[in-house]
């Protein structure tokens, strides 16, 4: 006999969520991941200009709007079979990269570390220390790292006006030229970031942390002395054993990102133990047990739709459950990783599988990964060259933008008709992260990865359920746009 | 001075725009000004049950709220029920935690254009029947009524913008806290005057493209954006080109047009957001308080008045020639 426990809101995710646990024998047996809030973005850009999709979508999530500007952007620069100038092409990169490199900086310590603070772990020999420098708004942390991340976001002053929400991507590349002395202050401001991760988040230069190939050499580097906030994470996690929580599906998909003059920085692909294709046409959103309309069968975006109902037998989300054949798959910096081949990132996986420790160690090793390819692109600019070519779209026609946001995969499909957007779909990262159930009854990968945990009817949360859900580092208000 | 902040149908980027802010630690900031956080959804450490209680407690009256900050726009469908968003964690739609937690309040802020007009969200067919507090676009009503008055005879303050700038938020909080904002600060819509008292235009790095009428043709070009890419930013109400944006940023200083993000029923100016729509060759949306005739008059005679460096760096992306160097007679 099971016991029923309705949990939210979530605070430190971006957005609204509330989890549905049924509890049986102490241990959650099922849990329904629930995404309480409906916009209508889909609707409201049916009918709109192609180009106004500019201005709209980025609106869609204030911490990946520079990812959904640059989804959005493929799309429109796939419709219009154009592809952006070199200087174009590199703004781009960089300015997306600042925003997923400030992303995981704002998730690991605002959104993440906090919960080691908590008065759960009093007693733990850690929880002094790490109250003293993680605790959510008052610790020497959080106070240390706003500022750098600010000065960081300096980077979206020159590059995009400002941030959130630019209008600098275009799909024929930036509308922001740079002079040469504007290319040698964003050099300045990296440099200067480089410092903070180095000294602060590190204790190591950036690319020792990227040489790093597996646990062992992650566990003999963390025991050298040396300090930063990874090796306080990394105690945390040894003593808590976060290497073994939060298992969800053992298959990684990412979009690849960053493009460089042939391929992207990191590929796109599917990781299911080997190597596999991504074949994109054999997605599909299912939406039996999402607040939507059914139209037949499980849909693919290209020709997907989104009519909201007020009551549906069985929904529990606003969230669609989006498959790749059927099956569910894990997005993220890990899952990113794993597919583009870092050995850290596949060693992590070996085992166990994906678990807290490795999301949140993924994504601080991508930071050291991404940061000194943003300074090889900016030696790679050249004032005076083209920033921006003129996009035409025709009246009829369709695209697909594919991108990598800082949490994951994010692909926008367009389809225009008689010059206005006919219909317009947005599969966001964590929608695959948190979808609900589809009519096979196969939980989403949050739902799989709180399967089995210790929970209670009654007493408070174990912190245990909030490190799983927040090592996704979910973006609700992408997840249902 | 305690504040409570909630989020309802907006994206959230006016917390991560306040995040950005260039003075510090805004937590220290907040403590310096005397604001102290009792609940953010982003940054504070409770969530799930105690935050929950902690919302019900300030919406029975149990916990006084000084300041309720709501951020993203009040989803009132479908049909009136609220069901768009119900408030994590039970049934109870948001907007009911919203007309609540207002009428205790001490003060209540709209922060960001969703919350103060709808915004965004309100584009197109607007899915969700969203609105602002005070405002459904321009016309006042939304959630809480065009009488709502909050415990000391103000409006709902609107700190508009899509997102508005760290500093909007802050500076309006400190007023507050300092017991410094009276209605004569706020403007016919209700924001912070010491911010909408100015246009963008004020300051832009284009002056000189705009004096001449020497006007961008496409992205990247340095030119004047208001003739053909769609700029709004001559009657628009914000400091954004004196108080820059991450740095040295605005939207004119990243290359593209003022989209007047802070006006009501921005999100469907009727034409196309990067494009100025025109009847016989002029753009109709003259600039604030210019006089129609004069301005047709002015921009003729100066466009036949350019100099020869102005209109040709307006089409291009660099600078294809300098300023002439005058030297003093010998």
Not at chain 1, 33 to 54: C, I
Not at chain 1, 68 to 75: E, G, I, K, Y
Not at chain 1, 258 to 280: H, M, N, S, V
Request: one cysteine or more.
């Amino acid at each position: 006999m099971s016991t029923r426990r309705i949990v939210g809101p979530f605070n430190r995710v971006e957005g609204d969520l509330e989890i549905t646990l049924d509890i049986a024998d102490g241990r959650i047996a099922a849990a329904y991941v629930n995404s309480p809030m409906y916009r209508g973005f889909e609707q409201l850009l049916q009918g709109k200009l192609p180009a106004d999709a500019l201005v709209l979508v980025p609106r869609i999530c204030g911490i990946c709007s520079v990812a959904q500007s640059a989804a959005s952007a493929l799309a429109l620069a796939d419709a219009a079979g154009i592809e952006p100038p070199h200087n174009g092409r590199l703004a781009a990169n960089l300015t997306l990269a600042t925003e997923n490199l400030a992303d995981h900086l704002t998730h690991f310590y605002l959104f993440f570390m906090p919960d080691f603070a908590r008065a759960d772990y009093a007693g733990r020999a850690w929880h002094a220390a790490t109250v003293e420098r993680f605790r959510a708004t008052l610790g020497s942390a959080p106070n240390q790292v706003l500022p750098a991340r600010a000065r960081f976001m300096q980077m979206m002053g020159l590059l995009a006006g400002k941030w959130p929400h630019t209008l600098a991507v275009q799909p024929g590349g930036s509308t922001r030229p740079l002079q040469s002395s504007e290319v040698f202050r964003l050099h300045r401001i990296l440099r200067e970031f480089r410092e903070f991760l180095e000294s602060v988040t590190f204790g190591a230069k950036l690319e020792e942390i990227a040489m790093i190939a597996s646990r062992v050499q992650l566990e003999a580097w963390r025991a050298k002395s040396g300090g930063g906030d990874l090796r306080a994470f990394l105690a945390i996690a040894e003593d808590l054993d976060l290497w073994h929580l939060g298992r969800g599906t053992d298959r990684f998909m990412s979009y690849g990102c960053y493009r460089e003059e042939d391929g992207r920085l990191f590929p796109a692909g599917l990781w299911q133990g080997t190597a596999a294709t991504l074949d994109i046409s054999s997605i599909r959103e299912d939406i039996t047990h999402a607040w939507y309309a059914a139209a037949g069968l499980p849909q693919h975006p290209a020709e997907g739709s989104t009519l909201p109902v007020a009551e549906k037998d069985g929904a529990y989300s606003w969230c669609k459950a989006p498959r790749l054949s059927g099956q569910v798959v894990e997005t993220g910096a890990l899952a990113r990783q794993v597919v583009a081949g870092h050995p850290l990132a596949r060693d992590m996986i070996e085992g166990y599988g994906a678990s807290v420790a490795a999301r949140v160690a993924a994504r601080l090793l991508e930071v050291a990964l991404v940061l000194p390819v943003m300074e090889r692109w900016l030696t790679e600019l050249m004032p005076g060259d083209p920033w921006c070519i003129a996009a035409k779209t025709a009246d009829e026609t369709s695209g697909v933008g594919l991108i990598e946001a800082a949490r994951g995969s994010l692909g926008h499909w367009i389809t225009v008709r008689r010059g206005r957007i006919h219909n317009y779909q947005i599969v966001a990262p964590t929608t695959w992260n948190f979808s609900p159930r589809d009519s096979d009854g196969q939980p989403g990968a949050l739902e799989q990865a709180l399967a089995g945990l210790p929970a209670s009817a009654t007493d408070p949360l174990p912190a245990a359920i909030h490190h799983v859900v927040r090592s996704f580092d979910p973006c609700m208000v992408c997840t249902v746009h | 001075m305690n504040l409570l902040w909630l989020q309802s149908g907006g994206c959230g980027g006016c917390t991560l725009s306040w995040l950005g802010s260039e003075h510090g630690s805004l937590f220290r900031e907040l403590a310096d000004e005397g604001v102290e956080l009792l609940w953010h959804p982003s940054i504070s450490e409770t969530g799930v049950d105690e935050a929950r209680d902690l919302i019900a407690q300030c919406a029975a009256g149990l916990t006084a709220v000084d300041v309720l900050c709501i951020e993203g726009s009040l989803l009132r469908g479908p049909r009136g029920t609220g069901g768009f968003h119900r408030f994590g964690g039970g049934a109870q739609p948001m907007i009911e935690w919203v007309r609540q937690i207002a009428v205790r309040a001490q003060h209540v802020v709209a922060v960001g254009s969703c919350s103060s007009w709808g915004g965004i969200t309100a584009a197109g067919m607007n899915p969700t029947d969203a609105c602002g507090l005070q405002y459904d676009g321009e016309a006042t009503g939304g959630l809480l009524g065009p009488d709502f008055r909050d415990r000391t005879g103000l409006p709902v303050i609107n700190v508009a913008g899509c997102p508005p700038h760290p500093d909007w938020i802050t500076e309006t909080l400190a007023a507050l806290a300092h017991g410094r904002l009276r209605a004569e600060h706020l403007d016919d819509f209700g924001r912070p005057r010491f911010f909408a008292d100015q246009l963008v235009h004020h300051g832009c790095p284009r002056n000189e493209y705009y004096e001449f009428k020497a006007s961008a043709q496409k992205s990247s070009d340095q030119g004047c954006l208001m003739e053909h890419l769609g700029c709004g930013g001559t009657q628009a109400h914000a400091d954004c080109n004196q108080r820059l944006w991450n740095g040295e940023g605005s939207c004119l200083r990243g290359g593209y047009a003022c989209i007047r993000c802070t006006e009501p029923g921005f999100e469907e100016p009727g034409h196309a957001f990067e494009a100025t729509p025109k009847i016989a060759g002029i753009p109709i949306g003259l600039p604030s308080d210019m006089p129609k005739a004069w301005f047709i008059a002015l921009a003729a005679l100066s466009k036949s008045a350019t100099p020869a460096r102005v209109r040709e760096n307006a089409t291009a992306d660099h600078l294809l020639r300098a300023p002439s160097v005058k030297r003093g007679k010998r």
